[in-house]
């Protein structure tokens, strides 16, 4: 765990622990639960809990789950109150924060139902107010919370109290943000299916619970956590009100910590070693900040923005900015496979051999093509020999409509050819019949994902055709812990490690591409990813791993800081354009509900990133290209 320097406690207006994982986190926080526990119990007491519901809680109730059976844990003398739920949805549907905390928690616990609470999405409009006030004096009268479980939405909300939510607020109607409900899309198979309210315990309810912990994972989270703990407490950013309240504190994980000016910024809030990697850092945000490309930093502009001890020990700006600048154009390279016959001692990657065996992981299929298209256009137009493993099927991203789609075809088709009794003409009418029967939000039969699992092939085996990938060039691993799962609840197991192993054994590639390292750790890349970190631990020491270099990339939620970059890929206008029509392939993954503000669709945001990141170049005083696609290298030994 990472403890906080005296001045960024200073600069961090609550409490913020660092853990090295979310699992590290929720350990440390369910055995603080369970002493909480049995400490009322020894007083003759019940414990009062507020609970959250979403992705980050979920490994703090599996934890809780094993104490209970692994330790005896009891929560008889339990009461808990939940934050919040959907209005409009009753109990039973499928995405109702009653049925989450049932399914991932209440069942598994000997806790009495009737010490259960979760707000009642299905009450009348007409008796919502009167309800949201009994809901309070249910707390009253349990004696109030004696711990507060929170999370984070990327509005700044805790609870469903979305920015503009005052401190004083206590549990009520609200209408939910668009950014919150399209985080919600997912679950909902369309952000147009997410209910637009929901009742939520008000700022004020959960201030008044005696401590409160919130939790965040992966590096979604980091911009508004590192918010929330260092700016003042506004209106605009709820979970900053968390600040004025005594016993209230943040864990996260590093990922999530990332953004947090002790990680980002450790110069400006106390002496720091100045390794390369800081120097980098520090003075790609310098350059940044004072708006100057890095050739152009003078003296003043280090000593006045709080690094003048870096001056004093490589100083003057004139070299120290040379030196950095040197390395940043090291990182710009066309040849991410290395260039043949070239000297290669300022290149990211080895001249040799040539050509490579390549691996790139996909975690779903199209994450790849979004990531990093164009770099797979120029590895395959290098005469690098190039595998896509696209891990999962990805199934459970396909609407309905598109499968449905696909049913259409094979019956026409089978009616053209006079197939209908055939077997794949079977089973599209089969898959057909069970869509059409399918309740709304209802899950998938076998038969259906197997269906969407195909067409999802069949678009990315498109994609990568249009990034120069022929069809053999394309597998899929269909990994069992997606086959058999849910979003949020995946468990892979040994069989899934044991096929990542057992492809890159059998490939032996001299360079890997992934994606998912610092993403929460319940979703599929970050899942995927794993898997892959547990097969590089198991390949460690044979003979051909040494000589293999792994590089990450990222999704297009998240972008790289240009100081972590180690290959930076240039692309022309005319490759950026080749890189949108290929992802124009999953047009199943298109946005279900497009509005005419903002980015929204898959190739948008790809493009923004790419486009986005060449400025960043050109503004710290590099060349100025179109677009950009960037790795960082990763070291397995060292992770
Ligand atoms: C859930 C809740 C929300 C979530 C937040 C983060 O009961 O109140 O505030 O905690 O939206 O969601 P996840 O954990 O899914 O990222």
Known sequence: M?????????????????????????????????????????????????LATGSTPVRLYRELIRLHRETGLSFKRVITFNLDEYYGLPRTHPESYWRFMHEQLFSHLDIPAENVNVPDGSVARSDVFAWCRSYEERIRAAGGLDLQILGIGRTGHIGFNEPGSTRESRTRLVTLDGLTRRDAARDFLGEANVPRHAITMGVGTILDARSIVLLAWGEAKAAIIAQAVEQPPTEALPASFLQGHPRARFLIDRAA???????????????????????????????????KPVLKLLDEDYSEHGMADLLTERGPAYGLNIDVFNELQHTITGWPGGKPNADDSHRPERASPHPKRVVVFSPEPSHAVLGMGGTLRRLVDQGHDVTVICQTSGSLALPDEEALLAVDLVGELSGAFELSGGPAAGFAADVGRQLRAKAAFAGDTPEIRRLKGLVRRCEERAALAACGLGRERVRFADLAFYERGRYRQFRPDATDAAAVVAILRELRPHQIFATGDRDDPSSITAVCFDLIRRACAELQDEAWFAACRVWLYRGVETAWDAAEIDMAVPFSPRELEQKTQAIFHHQSQRSQTPVAAGLREPWQQAEQHNRGLASVYDALGLANYEAIEAFQRWRPASA
């Open 257 to 291: 910590a990332s953004a947090l000016t002790r990680v980002r910024y450790p110069w400006l809030v106390g002496s720091i070693e100045w390794t390369a990697p800081r120097v980098r850092q520090s003075v790609v945000w310098l350059s940044q900040h004072v708006k």
């Open 2 to 50: 990472n403890a906080p320097s005296l001045e960024s406690q200073q600069r961090e207006r609550i409490p913020t622990t660092v853990c090295a994982s979310a699992d590290e986190a929720c350990t440390q926080l369910a055995a603080e639960i369970a002493e909480l526990i049995h400490r009322n119990e020894q007083a003759g007491r019940n414990t009062v809990l507020g």
